[in-house]
């Protein structure tokens, strides 16, 4: 079932153990067919060397597997919380990278102090409590924090990037763990200095309607 899907997701993993994102078997991709609503995700625990799109699960909205004998994510009851109750967002990615995963640990949002962040987040990446991890309980957080963010930091957890599909989200947990790399990195030089937020609103909507090629 949902071959493309499979095929996409199998490779945002590739992405995110290419560019250090991921380490073992940590992090996990999901999206949702949006004809269907169902859900193509990661299985527990099963290294990237194995991992293969034929070995994903395809589950529904209740979290019933319909297609695959490995169990699902244990982060599952969280992508489908996302789901469920951002219509918006059809593909959710959860990593473990080292440099989010700094910001996470003392507790602090993202600023935004580049114009390829003001570009294309449009602001800052807001920070989430300490909640549960493997249920709804941070899918209840990341709803009532995230605003019209594509990303967030979960305090002492790690980021949480989504999408209208994979590429999109993909593209925020890339973007994310270099913006908070160069921020680590600048400390160390000196204090970080943010953009005016008139000028972020400016520099995302200039990003928005002229940045890539437009489909006709």
Known sequence: MLENLRKEVYKSHMSLWENKLV???SANVSTRDVQTNLIVIKPSGVSYKDLSPSNLVVVDLEGDIVEGSLKPSVDMATHLYLYKH???VNAVIHTHSTYACAFAAVGKEIPVCLTAMADFFGDRIPLGGLVLIGEE?????????????KAIIMKNHGPF????????ALQAAISLEESAKVLIMAKL???????PEEMVKVL???YVEKYGQKRR
């Open 204 to 206: 995302h909507k200039n």
């Open 161 to 168: 990037t989504m999408g209208k599909d994979v590429r999109e």
């Open 189 to 195: 030089i000196g204090e970080p200095q943010t953009i």
């Open 86 to 88: 951002l219509p918006v």
């Open 137 to 149: 309980e941070i899918g209840r957080e990341i709803v009532s924090k995230i605003g019209n963010s």
């Open 23 to 25: 380490m073992w078997a």
